[in-house]
Antibody
């Protein structure tokens, strides 16, 4: 079965940094592009970043460009999101999701990031 | 960026009622890259409809999707209690990829 398990969330002070991980299993990780999507409390979904299967193509939302870095380690089946200069508005549940080519077909359970002093 | 506006924001429907949710784009979206996701409280989103009108695996046949250009919709032919959820449209037609603000569908 396809599984995506996020980790690394927690409480961070404004201006701080955090690195999220997403461990993938049950499929050939290196064959799929991956996304990070976040959801602020009681709010809608916000696309954050995309990385292609071989890391050659990367996109970011304007709200995180220059502060967040998406990366992946294919041999270790792991996706990352390095976040710096964190702001209160970055507080959200962060999901990793698999790009099937026709939609985000598998999502993790999410990891919660809270940016607060 | 393409802004997706969903309406209504909240609605309630009775069992058996026909329901239509709409997603309006600020610029034209390729129908191949318009998706819908269902999310229930406390759960991750699920891919529900892909490429405007194709049902994802396991989605009941009472759901359908249609649209083109700047106007898209998700329709439930006969509302059931299990369909109560939030629905989000999503476009990959142009970067940056964007989601609609969502429609919360409740059962009466």
């Amino acid at each position: 079965d396809v599984q995506l398990v996020e980790s690394g969330g927690g409480l961070v002070q404004p201006g701080g940094s955090r690195k999220l991980s997403c461990a993938a299993s049950g499929f050939t990780f290196s064959s799929f592009g991956m996304h990070w999507v976040r959801q602020a409390p009681e709010k809608g979904l916000e696309w954050v970043a995309y990385i292609s299967s071989g890391s050659s193509t990367i996109y970011y939302a304007d709200t995180v460009k220059g502060r967040f870095t998406i990366s992946r380690d294919n041999p270790k089946n792991t996706l990352f999101l390095q976040m710096t200069s964190l702001r209160s508005e970055d507080t959200a549940m962060y999901y990793c999701a698999r790009d099937s080519g026709v939609g985000l077909d598998y999502w993790g359970q999410g990891t919660t990031l809270t940016v607060s002093s | 960026q393409i802004v997706l506006t969903q309406s209504p924001a909240i609605m309630s429907a009775s069992p058996g009622e026909k329901v239509t949710l709409t997603c309006s784009a600020s610029s034209s979206v390729s129908s191949s890259y318009l998706y819908w996701y269902q999310q229930k409280p406390g759960s991750s989103p699920k891919l529900w409809i892909y490429s405007t009108s194709n049902l994802a695996s396991g989605v009941p046949a009472r759901f359908s999707g249609s649209g083109s250009g700047t106007s898209y919709s998700l329709t439930i032919s006969s509302m059931e209690a299990e369909d109560a959820a939030s629905y989000f449209c999503h476009q990959w037609s142009s970067y940056p990829f964007t989601f609609g603000s969502g429609t919360k569908l409740e059962i009466k």
